[in-house]
């Protein structure tokens, strides 16, 4: 991916996390710009965000996998402004016929009839209550969540049903939420997980350009905690001879600022995202691209990726156990180590609909 040659020479890329927008996987053909010798003076126009909005059939989503703790999950939103270069997600750009590189950042796509089809699926009287998962693919508290409040409306239809969320962001805007998840706390409903992957500022700022600061974030977990939302401090991913040696400091901090609970991934290269982030490790840190990529390997039986049940997450061998070990020992000490409070499923109720003749009765 040396240069940018899936790029226009006529944008501007600024505070973005890929270096690239090269074709998705299931492209037959990609577009390359080639200088053609002509000197010129270059128009350069800034990469802007750009949203479309879908209309989505179904809002809730199964997964069977054993890694995962939750069996259902709603995502407001495809693409991630964020644009952290590590995330998993990438990929899934691909199906839609655009990059996980440049455009899973940059062409996002907002989900605006969510909360009317959750709404919907959940009075399916077949519907069988377990928590549902926010933010598992892609940032339920991204920039244009302000604009949209697709989240916060989907959150309006879960209080109202009494149904149990577990929510995962970066987003310092769910702060705006609170008086929901205040509620939903107080009736044993919500919880939160809060990703930090540094205490490093300059490097948080590389790693994901348009995520809060981690010292926003920590602030995020004591408004949350404060408000009596159960909150938990995700040190994820753990990316090796880069972050790895912050574990304490970063369970540390977010002790003092009022998490109840901690977990950790390892850092995940799946399909295009191993590329995208070797490429950007050789813009930022080239003199620890070996380092980091040989750790990645040796947790991968030699590949960038293994998509093992069970270890795809972690990873294995000595390395990969070391850094549960020392994380275990850091959350043991800090009181970190217990799971979070089950979310209750006894509450869950099917509000009246506007016309239900029960409701005549209220």
Not at 310 to 327: E, K, P, Q, T
Not at 331 to 358: S, V
Request: glycine share 8%; charged share 25%.
């Amino acid at each position: 991916m040396a240069g940018y040659d899936s790029i226009s020479p006529d944008l501007r890329v600024t505070a973005r996390g890929a270096r690239s927008n090269a074709a998705g996987r299931y492209e037959a053909t990609e577009i390359r710009y080639e200088a053609d010798g002509w000197a010129q003076e270059a128009d350069e126009k800034p990469l802007r965000t750009h949203v479309t909005d879908e209309v989505a059939r179904r809002i809730i989503s199964y997964n069977r996998s054993p890694d995962l703790p939750f069996d259902r999950s709603i995502n407001p939103y495809r693409g991630c402004e964020h644009g952290c270069i590590y995330c998993f997600a990438r990929p899934t750009h691909a199906w839609l016929g655009m990059s996980p590189g440049l455009d899973f950042e940059t062409r996002l796509i907002a989900r605006p009839n969510a909360a009317a089809l959750l709404d919907a699926e959940l009075r399916n009287p077949r519907y069988v209550p377990q928590p549902i998962a926010i933010g598992t693919n892609t940032d339920p508290y991204q920039p244009i969540e302000r604009s949209h409040e697709i989240t916060r409306a989907c959150l309006e239809v879960l209080r109202r049903f009494r149904h149990p969320v577990a929510i995962i962001t970066k987003g310092t805007l769910i702060e705006r939420d609170l008086d929901i998840l205040s509620d939903m706390a107080a009736q044993g409903l919500v919880r939160v997980g809060i990703s930090v992957t540094s205490l490093d500022a300059g490097l948080a700022r590389k790693l994901e350009p348009r995520a809060p600061s981690p010292a926003r974030r920590l602030a995020t977990i004591r408004a949350l905690s404060g408000a009596g939302v159960p909150v938990r401090i995700m040190a994820s991913p753990v990316i090796p001879g880069l972050t790895d040696h912050e574990i304490e400091a970063l369970l540390a901090a977010a002790r003092e600022a009022g998490a109840d609970a901690a977990s950790w991934i390892m850092l995940r290269l799946p399909l295009e995202v191993a590329p995208l982030f070797q490429d950007w490790l050789q813009e930022h840190y080239p003199d620890r691209v070996n380092r980091v990529m040989n750790r990645v390997r040796e947790m991968h039986g030699g590949k960038e990726y293994a998509a093992d049940w069970g270890r795809r997450m972690r990873g294995s061998g000595v390395y990969a156990r070391l850094i549960a070990r020392r994380f275990e020992a850091a959350a043991a000490r800090l009181g970190l180590e217990k799971g979070q409070t089950r979310l209750r499923l006894d509450l869950f109720d099917r509000p009246f609909e506007k016309g239900d003749q029960l409701a005549l009765f209220g």
